[in-house]
């Protein structure tokens, strides 16, 4: 392809895919601009060591910037590791669970697992693999359209931690509060990490892959309570291990450079352009209802998956009553530079993606189509 004709297909559309997903056209810039040199660095965020002092400063400047903007508290470490959400699936049990005792001190503990879709069920599937795993909640029967109230979950004082996903970006359920736990609560944020804030002192460990809702694929956020690293035993393979990456501040093997570079300007972007994150919340509060309200105007044409009490304002999944109708809506939203609407295989239908970044303008010319579509079709 000659430079000319790549430039022909440089045109950005409004991205509503689940991720690697939207990023804010200011940091892109930002980044384009610093490619070939970082200031100050003499060579590119690429090409430089993760010992430099430029570098160092950019993980701390990464760090100290979650820590403000999640006024994480001292009892919390914050780790930039590797390995997706996925490999979390598996640490949190190799560290937490693996020779943890119940309250007798003799018998092994148990982890407990809330489930609201499919992340939560493959992060069970990999915990039953390293230890004893009890499902606290499980919305199958109503295909995952719904969340727990706390009355229905039994949480054990002495489990060796509890897990949930506060926001099942398949189906689009969303736990919108901090819930409270006798044992330690993990939390998988993946997909709405600094959608709002949280109390991260309620948490034993939150997780988050950057790739939806925080930056680029690459990194992931741990923040895990101190305490908590005890728990790693010093048999694991080093790489996963929290205490090692903790007693070398994310730095016991080379940390995904650029990828903590970008997020460290994403939470820049929601600390200096957006104003922290109780404005980011009224922004995605702002978003979501802007679609969820043309879905509760047309509701025989949009037919939402999440009940409305447990709906996601990152994830909007909703039907069409044919397959004829769901065709043609991706085709109308294709013209109109609406891209990666089209929902998982495994609930259908379409979900738009409205992380962070995604901007209001992208999310009213959805509404607007819907509208057109509903009227035109209904
Ligand atoms: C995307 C996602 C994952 C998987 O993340 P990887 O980085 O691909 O391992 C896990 N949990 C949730 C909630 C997700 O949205």
Known sequence: ??????????????????????????????????????????????????????????????????????????????????????????????????????????????????????????????????????????????????????????IREDAAYVHMTTNETIQGVQFQNDLSSPAPLVADCSSDFLYRPMDISKYGLVYACAQKNAGPAGVTVVIIRKDLLERSTDNLPGYLSYKNHAAEGSMWNTPPTFAIYTLGLVTQWIEETIGGLDAMLKVNHEKASTVYNIVDKFPTMFIGHAQKDSRSLMNVTFKFATEELEKAFLKGAEARDLDSLKGHRSVGGIRASIYNAMPMAGVKLLAEYMTEFANKNG
């Open 1 to 154: 392809m000659t430079a000319s004709a790549a430039n022909l297909n440089a045109k950005r559309l409004y991205n509503f895919s689940p991720g690697p997903a939207v990023l804010p056209v200011s940091v892109l810039e930002r980044v384009r601009d610093e490619m070939l040199c970082l200031p100050g660095a003499g060579a590119s965020i690429l090409e430089l060591s993760h010992r430099s002092k430029q570098f160092i400063e950019i993980q701390e400047n990464a760090r100290q910037r979650l820590i403000r903007l999640l006024k994480i508290p001292d009892s919390h470490e914050v780790l930039f590791l590797q390995g997706g959400a996925r490999l979390q699936f598996s640490m949190i049990p190799i560290n937490l669970l693996r020779g943890a005792k119940d309250k007798t001190g003799s018998n092994p503990a148990v982890a407990q697992y809330i489930l609201t879709g499919t992340w939560g069920k493959y992060a069970v599937g990999e915990a039953k693999k390293e230890g004893s795993v009890e499902t606290i909640y499980d919305a199958k029967s109503t295909n995952y359209d719904r969340l727990p109230s706390s009355s229905e979950l039994s």
